[in-house]
């Protein structure tokens, strides 16, 4: 159970360390640096799938987390272990990069209906300003005399 943890928790550090350097502003300088997605080193920071290849390729030995464990014995064994570990760990990861997508959709279509009103009320307003001020009786130039007693 708790190495089915590991896998999922290893996944989802890869998910968001994949997701931050390609999506987020931080690491913006550095995609335009390496060329965006127009060169090949470029796109290995500007794609996520691409990029949580290699940062579970760096976490997988770093924490020990191998689920695949292959029959062949000696080194080959060892680095055909880490590579499908790897990569089981990035098809993982990119599940997990799915259901944020949808979470992360849904809050920007909170955000972008939060903004309609915002937009529409604010629209009233000033269309009520200037029906008020249409409809405003003019003000007599001059003081009416005061009502007799």
Known sequence: MTDLFQLFAVSAVVMGIAQTLTRERIFASLRERLGGKETWCGYLVSCPYCASHYVAFVLV????????????????????????????????????????????????????????????????????????????????????PPAPH
């Not at 937009?119 to 003000?139: D, N």
């Open 61 to 144: 030995p770093l924490t020990g987390t191998y689920p695949i464990h292959v029959v062949v014995g000696g080194w080959v064994g060892t680095v055909l272990s880490w590579f499908l570990s790897s990569i089981l760990v990035t098809v993982i990861a990119a599940f997990f990069r799915v259901l944020f997508w949808f979470v992360d959709e849904a809050q920007g279509l909170v955000r972008r209906r939060q903004r309609t009103e915002e937009e529409e009320i604010a629209t009233k307003r000033v269309v009520r300003k200037k029906v008020e001020q249409e409809l405003a009786p003019e003000e007599p130039e001059e003081p009416l």
